[in-house]
């Protein structure tokens, strides 16, 4: 990437600063408001769920978002601390130091720096593509997962018990049930109510400050009750509300123990990010630079190691919640951070008044809405090696570390990915007629008959190194079942990538055909696939006749060679050129390809 590349993603202003008006800016005020009153308790949840402070949730609100929208590619998506990444990170330094700790922290502000710098290198170079490359199936298995780790983590506060951290899914979930004698009713009830109110307010409304009136509802609760006095634990006063510019204190020993975690950070936030800003730059109809986004993300985790915060990415809870409240521009999220700074201000007296069980009751919420049912049956209806992806990155995230499930799932798409594109479709063609038209479509599927003497065969795909095995054994099963074609036409459709392997093979198929007594001509529509191939020799073998841009010119060349004796029995008169051919005579010349109707089964016969 050329420097002037390179500063066309780092420089301001950016594009959308020309479309702020007062109008835009007075709904983004509007929604920066509600966007403030949502990221307080969002903010300290998810710190919790990262490990950390409350303090450093709030913080990443602060700063992430503003950064990540003036360097960011979305119009509307909201960025800052979030559940996945937070449990990531969580996960993470949770085998390395004990939660909340001062060299737990330290740890989490270098892992979050070094993610930044991963994602500004991945965005310099330009690798927002390889994005697409990772199956969506892989976030969903994931993030199922990292719900259940969350929900799992939670559950001691829940109860009102004190429970060993540390562990996956499985062994949290068997410390609770060891633990579940010394349950504290007070703190369950208080859990309870949180959750309750939180599930009662969103369905009333998606655009109230619902996490916010929850945790004050439980907050109110354990006043009331004197939940302190009775063994309810609860959160320390905040010990600053304005973050301080801080170097992480590490060695270069435990920079080195974070570095695999810091990569699972910054591929899972980049991969929320993109599928959220991708998600509403569609529905809004935005064009939507991903190398442009992963820029964004990478500046503003690397600034916000430094500042106290943790790593953060896209919200896709908060951005929803932007679009309903009528933002127009990364304003909204802009403003929403000084916002947040008055609210800080007016309600961080009150801290130590919330009891960790209301807050366990909405990450406990939280988690629950990371199960994307209807994203999951429809994975699990519709696709065998979809299925497979996320089964295989769901499981590994609960039976082992939740950084695991990343990898195991990314390993899997790319496994899927690469078998699909070994495996190229090929079939045999025939003219039928639907709606009026002829058309090519596949011999087995329609229950079409063939041409006795010319194979039309179609390979939709790339002819490389790992798919001439399985393409070649098609032309050999295609070879047995049609016996007796001697002539042959193969159209390329939609190759995307051709080497000398697959040359090989279309040199190999040209001799087979000539060795036989018959012929091999080659239908290739795209300029780029020709030149490709005359780079790499192809006419040194093949004759250019042979060679033809659509499948019309080839029938019509092959049909100069059929046998005429052959045509005067033949019965099915595959192609328009057969009317010039002898036929029986209850036949005569005419050329009708079977019909089909609109479910692509044979109908009656057509009539001109």
Not at 74 to 98: E, H, N, R
Not at 546 to 555: D, F, L, V
Request: aromatic share 8%; hydrophobic share 50%; proline share 5%.
């Amino acid at each position: 990437m050329t420097n002037g590349g390179i500063l066309k993603y780092l420089s301001l202003p950016r594009a959308w600063f020309a479309a702020v008006t007062p109008l835009s800016l007075r709904a983004d005020t509007l929604a920066a408001l509600t966007g403030a009153a949502i990221a307080l308790p969002q903010g300290v949840a998810f710190a919790v769920i990262a490990g950390l402070p409350p303090e450093y949730g709030l913080y990443t609100a602060m700063l992430t978002p503003v950064i990540a929208a003036m360097w960011g590619a979305s119009m509307v998506m909201v960025s800052g601390p979030a559940t996945a990444i937070s449990a990531v990170l969580f996960a993470s330094l949770s085998q390395l130091a004990p939660a909340g700790t001062p060299i737990y922290i330290q740890l989490a502000l270098i892992m979050t720096i070094l993610a930044g710098l991963f994602q500004l290198l991945a965005g310099v170079c330009r690798l927002g593509g390889l994005i697409s490359f990772i199956s969506h199936s892989v976030m969903v298995g994931f993030t199922a997962a990292a719900a259940l780790l969350i929900a799992a983590s939670q559950l001691g506060d829940a109860i009102g018990v004190t429970i060993e951290g540390g562990g996956g899914v499985i062994e949290r979930i068997a410390r609770v049930i060891a633990h579940w004698g010394h349950l504290n009713p007070l703190a369950l009830v208080i859990t309870l109510v949180t959750l309750v109110t939180l599930v009662v307010l969103r369905w009333l409304s998606p655009r109230l400050p619902s996490y916010l009136i929850a945790l004050i509802v439980g907050s109110v609760l354990g006043e009331v009750t004197d939940a302190a006095d009775s063994g309810v634990e609860m959160f320390q006063k905040l010990p600053a509300i304005v973050p301080a510019f801080a170097v992480p204190d590490v060695s270069i020993a435990q920079i080195f123990q974070v570095l695999p975690g810091a990569v699972s950070v910054a591929f899972v936030g980049l991969l929320e990010a993109i599928s959220i800003g991708r998600s509403f730059a569609m529905r809004r109809q935005e064009r939507y630079d991903s190398n442009q986004e992963i820029i964004g993300q990478g500046l503003s985790n690397l600034c916000a190691g430094f500042v106290q915060g943790h790593a953060g990415s896209g919200s896709f809870t908060r951005s929803a919640l932007n679009v309903e409240s009528g933002a127009q521009t990364p304003m909204a999220a802009i403003l929403a951070a000084p916002f947040l700074l008055v609210l800080l201000f007016l309600l961080a007296p009150f801290v130590d008044h919330i009891p960790k069980p209301a807050m366990a009751g909405i990450i406990i919420y939280v988690a629950w809405r990371l199960f994307s049912f209807a994203e999951i049956r429809h994975i699990l209806t519709s696709s065998r090696s979809e299925t497979l992806i996320f089964a295989l990155t769901f499981l590994s995230g609960v039976a082992t570390q939740l950084e695991n499930a990343i990898f195991v799932g990314v390993v899997t798409s790319l496994a899927v990915f690469l078998h699909r594109s070994a495996r190229p479709h090929v079939a045999a063609i025939s003219p039928i007629v639907y709606h009026g038209r002829r058309l090519l479509r596949g011999v087995e599927y329609h229950e079409l008959d063939q041409c006795p003497q010319i194979s039309v065969l179609r390979l939709e795909g790339a002819l490389f190194f790992g798919s001439v095995e399985h393409v070649e054994a098609a032309f050999r099963r295609f070879e047995a079942n049609y016996s007796g074609r001697r002539l042959k036409i193969l159209a390329l459709k939609g190759m995307g990538k051709i080497d000398l392997a697959g040359v090989d093979l279309l040199v190999s198929e040209y001799l087979r055909s000539r060795k036989a007594g018959g012929d091999l001509h080659i239908v290739i529509a795209y300029k780029e696939t020709l030149l490709a191939l005359r780079r790499m020799n192809l006419f040194a073998v093949v004759d250019k006749a042979n060679i033809h841009p659509n499948k019309a010119e080839a029938i019509g060349t092959v049909m100069d060679r059929v046998d005429p004796d052959i045509c005067a029995t033949c019965r099915i008169r595959a192609f328009v050129e057969c009317a010039g051919k002898p036929a029986p005579p209850d036949i005569g010349g005419d050329s009708k390809p079977p019909v089909v109707d609109a479910l692509g089964t044979r109908g009656m016969s057509f009539r001109e």
